[in-house]
Each structure stands twice: as C-alpha cells, then as structure tokens.
C-alpha cells in the first residue's frame, strides 16, 4: 500500500497536475485537449491557483513526490441550458472539476479524500450555496463516485449533472478528511509529511 499526502496545489506541482490532466482527457474521455473546454489545463495558475475562491488540490506519491491524482474547484456555474444556470449561478456555486487519478493509484481512496479537501474549502468559503458538477457517463469510476457523494440533477447525451451533498452542513462536523490523509489546504505543504 502506498502513501499519499493531499495539497493544495504548489507551482511546483502544476507540470504533474497537467500531465495527469492531459493523460486523463486523452485516454479516458478519448475527446483530447479541446481548446474551448480545457483550457484551465493549460493556464492551471490563472484558473485555480490566483483566485481567491478558486483551489487545486493534488495527491501526492510520497514515494517519488509524483502527482497521482487532482481535483478543482471554481465558482463558475454551469452555462447552459438556462434552467440550470439559474439554478447553480456563477458565483454562489462551487464547481468541482478536473478530478482526476491516475489509473495505477486508482480505488485507494484518492478521489474521495481530494473531493473532501475541496468540500471543506467551499464550506470555508461561506459564499458558495451549492456545490455542482458534470460527469460524462462512460468515465472509468465516475458516476460511481458522484452516486456515492450526491444527487442526479439531470442527464443529456451522456453528460450526467449532479450536485454534491456537503458533509460539513449535512453532520455538523467540520472534519472530513479521513485521518490518514491529513491536511491542510492552504498551508501549501505536503500533509503528514
Ligand atoms: C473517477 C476517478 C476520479 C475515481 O478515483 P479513485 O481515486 O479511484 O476513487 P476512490 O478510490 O476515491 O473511490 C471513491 C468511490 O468511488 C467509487 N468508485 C471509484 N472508482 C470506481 C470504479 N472503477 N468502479 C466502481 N466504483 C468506483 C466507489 O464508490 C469508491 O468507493 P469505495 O472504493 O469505497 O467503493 C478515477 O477513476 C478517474 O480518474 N477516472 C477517469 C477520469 C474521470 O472520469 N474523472 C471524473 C471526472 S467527472
């Protein structure tokens, strides 16, 4: 069993965190780089690392230091179609995005724990009002995970929307990291390390 530590993203990490990025949109969404709806892969700072209410999370091989996996969130809602752009405005909405694992760390509880990190920084936030997601149908895992963590809001052409139950309002608890993780967003360390 390997170790991992869960981070807010540093510049170091952003050439492993695109590569894993890449990796992902070519072979398990088989749609490749598509300029119009990828391209805070290409500007990760710009996107996740400046703004304030936007985060990077990665999980880190403490074994090499390589990124395994990531996971986003921005405060743009989705833009279409009308109905649910109302329903999740820019702004007051969290979107989770780019979660990705590389397939060899898969099934460790990666996903889940990068996932956590991002529902305790939009709780910390205080400005997002729901947290919103789309998956594509046929993504290795996916709608497994989402299943487990939300609800289907809606599904078309394969594309399946979904808004995440967050833990922190749902137990009253403000810790949802499982311990072996650690963390710390933020702090720009790499947790238990
Ligand atoms: C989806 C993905 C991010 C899951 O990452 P992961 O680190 O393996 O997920 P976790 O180990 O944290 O799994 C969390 C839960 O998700 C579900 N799950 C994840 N992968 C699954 C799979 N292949 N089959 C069935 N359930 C799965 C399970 O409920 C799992 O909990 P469990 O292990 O306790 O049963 C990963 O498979 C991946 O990168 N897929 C390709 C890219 C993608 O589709 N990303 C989602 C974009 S919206």
């Known amino acids: 069993?390997?170790?991992?530590?869960?981070?807010?993203?540093?510049?170091?990490?952003?050439?492993?965190?695109?590569?894993?990025?890449?990796?992902a949109l070519y072979r398990d969404f088989g749609t490749g780089y598509v300029p119009q709806w990828h391209d805070d892969v290409i500007d990760l700072t710009g996107h996740y690392l400046a703004p304030r209410r936007h985060t990077l999370v990665v999980a880190i091989d403490r074994r090499d230091g390589t990124v395994a996996g990531t996971a986003a969130l921005d405060?743009?809602?989705?833009?279409?179609?009308?109905?649910?752009a109302q329903r999740y405005p820019s702004g007051a909405t969290a979107q989770v995005r780019r979660v990705y694992v590389r397939p060899e760390h898969r099934r460790r509880g990666l996903a889940r724990a990068m996932v956590a990190e991002?529902?305790?920084?939009?709780?910390?936030?205080g400005g997002y009002h729901s947290i919103y997601l789309h998956a594509y149908r046929h993504?290795?895992?996916?709608?497994?995970?989402?299943?487990?963590?939300?609800?289907?809001?809606?599904?078309?052409?394969?594309?399946?929307h979904f808004e995440l139950?967050?833990?922190?309002?749902?137990?009253?608890?403000?810790?949802?990291?499982?311990?072996?993780?650690?963390?710390?967003p933020r702090d720009g360390s790499r947790s238990g390390s």
């Open 75 to 84: 405060s743009r809602g989705p833009r279409e179609p009308g109905w649910l």
């Open 165 to 184: 139950r967050d833990p922190v309002v749902d137990s009253g608890r403000h810790e949802v990291m499982p311990a072996e993780f650690g963390s710390h």
């Open 139 to 160: 993504s290795p895992g996916a709608l497994d995970l989402w299943e487990s963590l939300g609800e289907v809001v809606w599904e078309e052409n394969g594309i399946v």
């Open 118 to 125: 991002l529902l305790a920084f939009a709780q910390a936030d």
């Open 1 to 23: 069993m390997h170790n991992y530590g869960i981070k807010v993203a540093t510049a170091e990490d952003l050439g492993d965190a695109r590569s894993v990025m890449l990796d």
